[in-house]
């Protein structure tokens, strides 16, 4: 019996797939590839060190492995990505526990950090973090109907509360034969919903030849046999109008674009080295809403961030209530050291998490609203299976994105198959999820 590699994958889908393709590194080395930790020769634990919770729940895994190798039941541990990128000597020291440490510089050479550790070995490495972006397959970890496709590596933006950049490198655009190749794999093996992911998707190609391909790329997945094609992440001022044109006229492309803002507040945005004004932000939106009929926005905001006083704060519920930004994701401002944020002045955390709380509630305002908006509708919804606990189907219409926003609880008279898409009538909202029924074809 080979000797069995088990995988971890905490943080965003860039991560996942990185740790996707170490699976199959080590698969095609001969190695048997598990995501079953106990047991396991080496368990490969993949980490996001971007904010403290990630980092919390990095170690918490750590420790958790750990206990499983003291009572016999692991062998080594091997930890990669972005914790051990950023604590590189710290990680060894403070975790006696682990046998060796990569940068996500190195995923390619996991074998070869396999075979180290196996054999008695301290494996430390960390290549390059702005080299190519590295091809090759992927052991699929998500269901088999939907898949990410990451195009880039990286990221130039350099806000100033954000450590990714120092982490992940700067920006590099695969090349677009090898992305279709990739593509034409993953719709080979029976993906039905492909979503389009990087750091920021909209720069897509500026870095080999000034020009922004992103329009181009997506016009030719679209040829390709999938049903759905989702967008993660776009920059607002890197939208351009060929994008938009794109986006309105490929159906396969569904409306729902998720467009991290941060704040609204001009002083704040400055202060974070986010280009453009709240008055760009209001136009850019409203443009987007004119031209895409439908169009559902999802956005992620932050409270607490340096130059946030109490105005600036009533001013992003404001804005939040204005532009009626159908999903949005809320976080309290975490300081980040070796950030130029890190050394400006803010309020307090306890400060910060307050004013989260009161801008989720006016977000529910608004996820109440659109639920209301959404009454009677019927809606296409790729069925994700029997929910035993709810005693109904589950699934997601284009509105929803697998993991981020919430899902459609609806009944069936007869059965509704696991990866089909299948006509909603939604009928009513349970904790700002909708409901519904399947209506007969």
């Known amino acids: 019996m080979p000797q069995q590699i088990s995988f971890i994958s905490l943080g965003c889908a860039k991560n996942q797939v990185n740790c996707e393709q170490m699976m199959a590194l080590c698969r095609d080395a001969g190695y048997g590839v598990t995501e079953s930790v106990p047991g396991s ?9 971007f904010i403290d919770s990630a980092k919390e729940e990095a170690i918490d895994n750590i420790l958790s492995v750990a206990a499983l190798k003291a009572r016999g039941q692991v062998k080594k541990i091997l930890v990669t990505g972005c914790l051990s990128q950023r604590y590189q000597k710290e990680l060894m020291e403070e975790l006696p526990e682990v046998d060796g440490v990569m940068g996500t510089g190195s995923y390619g050479e996991i074998v070869s950090a396999v075979e180290q550790v196996l054999a008695g070995e301290t494996p ?22 939907y898949a ?83 967008l993660h992440y776009l920059y607002p001022d890197e939208i351009t109008e060929e994008l938009i044109d794109t986006i309105a006229q490929e159906p396969k492309i569904v409306k729902y674009l998720d467009i991290p803002i941060q704040h609204c507040n001009d002083g704040v945005l400055k202060a974070m080295n986010r280009r453009g004004d709240k008055a760009f932000l209001l136009e850019m939106f409203q443009k987007l809403r004119d031209r895409i009929p439908g169009l559902v926005l999802r956005t992620s905001l932050i409270t607490g961030l340096p ?68 009454q009677g509708e019927v809606l296409e919804v790729l069925c994700e299976g029997f929910d035993g606990q709810a005693m109904c189907y589950v699934g997601r219409s284009f509105a929803e994105s697998p993991d981020i926003d919430g899902r459609i609880y609806f009944t069936a008279d007869g059965e509704a198959e696991e990866g089909s898409f299948v006509p909603v009538r939604i009928t009513g909202a349970m904790d700002g999820e909708l409901t519904g029924e399947l209506m007969e074809e």
């Open 148 to 230: 990410y496709l990451r195009i880039a590596e990286g990221c130039n933006n350099w806000c100033s509360y954000c450590i990714i950049p120092k982490l992940r490198g700067r920006y590099r655009s695969r090349p677009m034969d090898k992305i279709l190749e990739e593509a034409r794999m993953l719709s080979d093996r029976g993906v039905k919903e492909l979503m389009v992911i990087a750091q920021d998707i909209t720069r897509y190609g500026t870095d080999l030849d000034g020009q922004y391909h992103l329009a181009e790329l997506l016009r030719e997945l679209c040829k390709l046999d999938f049903h759905w094609i989702r």
């Open 124 to 145: 430390r490495r960390f290549g390059d973090i702005n080299g190519p972006v590295e091809e090759g397959d992927r052991v699929l970890t998500t269901p088999g109907y």
């Open 41 to 49: 020769d080496v368990c490969v634990i993949n980490t996001c060190g």
């Open 307 to 374: 130059g946030e006083d109490e105005a600036a704060f009533e001013e992003l519920c404001g804005f939040l209530r204005q532009v009626r930004i159908e999903r949005a994701g809320v976080f309290p401002y975490s300081p980040q050291e070796g950030t130029a944020a890190e050394r400006m002045e803010r309020v307090s955390e306890e400060e910060a998490r307050r004013r989260a709380e009161l801008l989720v509630d006016v977000q529910s305002e608004v996820i109440d609203e659109y639920n209301e908006s959404m």
